[in-house]
């Protein structure tokens, strides 16, 4: 992940997702703590870490720097969700994926669902009838997974695996 600290912003040269300004100057707004699951030693783990916002000069709308493994608007980390995917794959059975990583059932099919979607969106519809969903998932650790995460939020305005709908994003603000 690119570094972001307060002595770096003013180089920072990312266009704002919000209002389209290309170089805005952006400038420390806030930070704040948040929940992440992850999956250490074969149990979740639980931590509380700290997210730093800034804000564009253009449309002054605040922008959270995230973790790439941090998914927007979930508690859950990307590496804890592809473990669970990875898992349902290899036919591990359902009440012992549940047991594993203490989630419901109904998590991990919404998951799959997400998944699904998100692969043919990675992949492109065509390529996405080649690949299996465990021969695509033993690829992403292999992948530039920054580079490769970005391009898939700039091509569809969501990050990978993120479940909430562009309407209720554009709602929230």
């Given at each position: 992940?690119?570094?972001?600290?307060?002595?770096?912003?003013?180089?920072?040269?990312?266009?704002?997702?919000?209002?389209?300004?290309?170089?805005?100057?952006?400038?420390?707004?806030?930070?704040?703590?948040?929940?992440?699951?992850g999956f250490e030693n074969n149990a979740p783990a639980n931590h509380i870490i700290d997210i730093t916002r800034i804000i564009c000069s253009s449309c002054e709308h605040p922008?959270?720097?995230?973790?790439?493994?941090?998914?927007?608007?979930?508690?859950?980390?990307?590496?804890?969700?592809?473990?669970?995917?990875?898992?349902?794959?290899?036919?591990?059975?359902?009440?012992?994926?549940?047991?594993?990583?203490?989630?419901?059932?109904?998590?991990?099919?919404?998951?799959?669902?997400?998944?699904?979607?998100?692969?043919?969106?990675?992949?492109?519809?065509?390529?996405?009838?080649?690949?299996?969903?465990?021969?695509?998932?033993?690829?992403?650790?292999?992948?530039?997974?920054?580079?490769?995460?970005?391009?898939?939020?700039?091509?569809?305005?969501?990050?990978?695996?993120?479940?909430?709908?562009?309407?209720?994003?554009?709602?929230?603000?």
């Amino acid at each position: 992940m690119k570094e972001f600290s307060s002595k770096k912003l003013p180089f920072i040269k990312l266009p704002c997702p919000f209002c389209g300004a290309k170089n805005p100057n952006w400038t420390y707004h806030d930070s704040y703590s948040r929940y992440l699951v992850g999956f250490e030693n074969n149990a979740p783990a639980n931590h509380i870490i700290d997210i730093t916002r800034i804000i564009c000069s253009s449309c002054e709308h605040p922008h959270a720097i995230l973790p790439e493994i941090i998914i927007p608007y979930s508690s859950y980390s990307l590496t804890f969700i592809l473990s669970v995917l990875r898992d349902y794959y290899l036919k591990t059975k359902i009440t012992d994926i549940c047991e594993k990583y203490q989630i419901s059932v109904s998590m991990i099919y919404a998951w799959k669902l997400l998944f699904i979607q998100h692969k043919k969106l990675w992949l492109g519809i065509l390529e996405d009838i080649y690949h299996s969903s465990l021969e695509f998932l033993s690829t992403i650790p292999k992948f530039n997974t920054s580079n490769d995460l970005h391009c898939f939020f700039e091509q569809n305005g969501l990050s990978f695996l993120q479940g909430v709908t562009k309407t209720a994003l554009s709602n929230s603000s």
